[in-house]
């Protein structure tokens, strides 16, 4: 059996993604990798050659790719996402295709037993894809966020025989005409660290990301560079924060050792909203069984054999 993985990038420097750390924890497990770089304004590019040399195994595959940015409709509800996940997905050469994101790792705990899944259902055709469980973080490296505004699992491994394609702004996958994969859960985690970068590369990111669902920024906002969100990039202490008591990809060490900002949960000032009145009961519900009510899920579950 072999494995494809594909990503994409953009920008990764100056935006602090954990880029080569994301790739690192897909090298263990894939037998190719492809990297869709978008044209950007650092030397994401340049890095990303340097790396795969030097640490890509012979196995990363990278090609450079215009967002044209510069038309309107590239930057509604952040399509633009899932067009260039596509565009990687498409060059991938084997069935089994596993998809992170930048900012999204792998565990080398979770690899042996993602692979024997993999292996195990490859030949099941009613299988289309793996369910991965979301390890989320916010605001630093022992902080979690655990209630239902976070989701709980992503399909991250599809099989190209499917016909899966990256829809919305990449968040998952569907078939061709629009229908839901069927997947099993892969025992393995994502660790997700979108939002843990300094508060400046956080501010810029978003200003950034912001644009690709909302469009270009109001001149009022540029001038200052305040994203359409507002300061939803400022770290805030609010319902389903909690502390992380496990253990981070070893690929994550350096990265973690070298945090270059503080942000302290026990010290901020508690953010409240009206939202957070429907979340509270829910989550309660949900540590209680097991079960999250209501739950949005872009795919059907099966039971495994």
């Known amino acids: ?32 990798l492809v990297v869709n770089v978008g044209v950007g304004t650092d030397e994401t590019l340049t890095e990303i050659k340097k790396f795969a040399k030097e640490l890509g195994q012979g196995k990363i595959k990278i090609f450079e790719n215009d967002w ?16 260039q996940t596509n565009l990687a997905l498409d060059r991938c050469q084997n069935d089994w295709c596993v998809y992170l994101q930048a900012d999204e ?22 299988v289309e894809g793996l369910l ?24 991250r491994a599809v099989k190209k025989s499917s016909g899966a394609k990256s829809v919305g702004d990449a968040q998952s996958f569907r078939k061709k005409d629009g229908t839901k994969l069927s997947v099993v859960r892969s025992e393995a985690r994502v660790f997700h660290y979108g939002w843990v970068r ?3 590369a ?23 560079r305040t994203p359409h969100t507002g300061d939803n990039y ?4 609010f319902w389903g924060l909690r502390t992380f008591l496990g253990t981070h990809p070893n690929v ?40 999250r009510l209501f739950e949005y899920c872009c795919y059907k579950l099966k039971r495994e054999r």
Request: charged share 30%; hydrophobic share 35%; aromatic share 12%.
């Open 68 to 83: 044209q940015l510069d038309r309107p409709e590239k930057k509604r509800g952040g399509l633009i996402l899932s067009e």
């Open 252 to 291: 994550m060490k350096d990265r973690i050792d070298k945090k270059g900002w503080h942000w302290n949960l026990s010290e901020s000032p508690w953010v409240f909203s009206l939202k957070d009145l429907k979340k509270i009961p829910l989550d309660l519900i949900e540590a209680v069984t097991g079960h």
């Open 1 to 32: 059996m072999k494995v494809s993985g594909f990503t994409l990038i953009r920008n990764g420097i100056s935006f602090d993604y954990p880029w080569k750390e994301s790739i690192l924890s897909l090298l263990l497990l894939v037998d190719e």
């Open 202 to 224: 956080m501010r810029e990111k978003t200003f950034f990301m912001d644009q690709l669902y909302h469009g270009e920024p109001i001149l009022s906002l540029e001038s200052k």
């Open 132 to 155: 991965f469980d979301y390890v989320h973080f916010y605001g630093s490296y022992d902080v979690i966020q655990v209630s239902r505004s976070a989701y709980r699992r992503e399909v």
């Open 105 to 126: 790792i792998l565990h080398e705990d979770d690899i042996s037993i993602l692979r024997r899944n993999l292996l195990k259902y490859q030949n099941h055709p009613e």
């Open 198 to 200: 300094t508060p400046e």
């Open 234 to 237: 400022k770290y805030k202490k």
